[in-house]
């Protein structure tokens, strides 16, 4: 049968649980990981004489049939435990393993048609099966069986994924909620991470605020150098600097000349405020050479920046490159001392 992956975490945490999992597009890891923790949770409430072990293999490397084997005996001390599998790619068009193809789809056949005391879960990092072969339609036929693609779901089943994973210890809003979904680019293991890191950050308070989250949860879409140089303009300093390091192609004259560019905008605009004079931004972006939209943002930023500030920031930006150009400074040390400085001088 098939299964979400929210459904099945939610039907084991109420006791119902199958004999053999199989994950697919478990890029990171975490997937395999959190639903065998959550299978030996229940079990152990079951055992009230043993610990129930979580057993990891990799079908690289190991036989199936063996692990299979030692699985249903319960091991060389009839221990009571949980298979995890990575790498169990013979469903799919990317099994490129050792060993022969039928012999591990008569093992896994064997699965389907067998009641398991203790569960087996059987993760590829591919994104799908492959539905040509027979025993793929026979895995979703199976009452012993589930198969559960862990990239899919709805926006309800994310929130509450991220819900379980704050266990009542952080109250997010729903807005916060999605945008900490598209920044984890609804990736499983990257979201506990970064929830990890918000809980971490909270401490005993139960709610952050939209600005703490975006702060600390860094987006892991594409990231743009105009990202960077918002972030920083904006002095979120420790963001920007996470977001360069993600940025592909970096230059860091490029980075400056772009930093240098908005910082004259702010001034120019801030010099007009200062005079009394409101140009329309239409006017403005023709006499500058930009954009409308370039003199709508600097406008927002000129609010918090004084024309002085913005100015400093012009020489420090020219000072910082003639540093790097006469060979004074490395680009990586220049940019270093560039975050480190701006990270200080705010924090003091």
């Not at 009542?168 to 999605?178: A, R, S």
């Not at 105009?226 to 940025?247: C, G, H, I, M, T």
Request: proline share 1%; glycine share 6%; hydrophobic share 40%.
């Amino acid at each position: 049968m098939q299964s979400s992956f929210y459904e099945a975490i939610h039907s084991i945490r109420k006791g119902k649980y199958g004999g053999v999992y199989v994950l697919v597009g478990v890029s990171d890891g975490y997937a395999g990981q959190w639903l065998a923790q959550e299978l030996q949770a229940v079990l152990e409430k079951e055992t009230i004489t043993s610990a129930v072990e979580i057993a990891k293999y990799s079908l690289l490397t190991e036989s199936f049939g063996q692990i299979v084997s030692d699985h249903v005996d319960g091991g060389l001390f009839g221990t009571r435990s949980i298979a995890l599998c990575v790498d169990f790619d013979v469903l799919t068009t990317t099994y490129k393993g050792k060993a022969k193809e039928s012999e591990l789809l008569q093992v896994f056949e064997w699965l389907l048609e067998h009641s398991l005391e203790t569960p087996m879960v059987l993760t590829t990092s591919a994104e799908k099966l492959d539905e040509r072969k027979k025993i793929t339609k026979k895995l979703r036929d199976s009452k012993n069986a589930t198969m559960i693609d862990t990239a899919k779901h709805t926006p309800k089943e994310w929130r509450e994924i991220a819900r379980m994973m704050l266990n009542h210890t952080l109250i997010l809003e729903e807005e916060q909620l999605d945008r900490l979904l598209v920044r984890t680019g609804n990736s499983l293991g990257l979201l506990a991470q970064e929830i990890e890191k918000v809980k971490t950050y909270a401490g005993d308070r139960t709610t952050v605020s939209s600005d703490e989250l975006d702060e600390l949860v860094v987006d892991a879409r594409q990231v743009e150098i105009f990202d960077v140089v918002k972030s920083f303009v904006e002095q979120k300093y420790s963001l920007a600097a996470q977001l360069y390091d993600r940025v592909e192609d970096r230059s860091l004259f490029a980075f400056l000349a772009l930093l240098a560019r908005q910082y004259r905008l702010i001034a120019r605009v801030g010099e007009e405020v200062k005079s009394g004079v409101r140009s329309k931004d239409q006017e403005l972006a023709a006499m500058l050479g930009v954009h409308p939209y370039a003199i709508k943002v600097a406008r927002e930023q000129a609010r918090r920046i004084s024309v002085e500030n913005a100015k400093r920031e012009i020489e420090a930006i020219a000072n910082l490159e003639y540093a790097v150009k006469s060979g004074g400074l490395s680009e990586k040390t220049a940019l270093d001392l560039w975050f480190l400085h701006h990270m200080v001088h705010t924090s003091a």
